[in-house]
């Protein structure tokens, strides 16, 4: 059973930075892809590597493949940031790099966790 559970959400002042992990077990490691996304109350999900070479880099996505963990940096955080933040996963060879960003290409996806700046 793929699982995913994100972590490492909270309340941060502007300008202050968190990261966020996404643990994943139930599959081959090397056979999925993983991204992550966001949703504001009232909004759609948003691709996180969408937004990250439009928004001055703030946001940087890595891996520990050791760990099976994505996680995600996110610095200099802005009040319009807040959002649930989620992982999801899916197959690697269903999931095209402009896939990345679509939420709706992914079937698998973390409990999210919620990210409040503070203005």
């Known amino acids: 059973e793929v699982q995913l559970v994100e972590s490492g959400g909270g309340l941060v002042q502007a300008g202050g930075s968190l990261r966020l992990s996404c643990a994943a077990s139930g599959f081959t490691w090397d056979d999925y892809a993983i991204a992550w996304f966001r949703q504001a109350p009232g909004k759609d999900h948003e691709g996180i590597s969408c937004?990250?070479?439009?928004?001055g880099g703030r946001f940087t996505i890595s891996s520990d493949n050791a760990k099976r963990t994505v996680y995600l940096q996110m610095n200099s955080l802005k009040p319009e940031d807040t959002a649930i933040y989620y992982c999801a996963a899916d197959e690697s060879r269903l999931i095209t790099n402009h896939d990345m960003c679509a939420a709706s290409r992914f079937d698998y996806w973390g409990q999210g966790t919620q990210v409040t700046v503070s203005s």
């Open positions: 937004l990250s070479s439009s928004d």
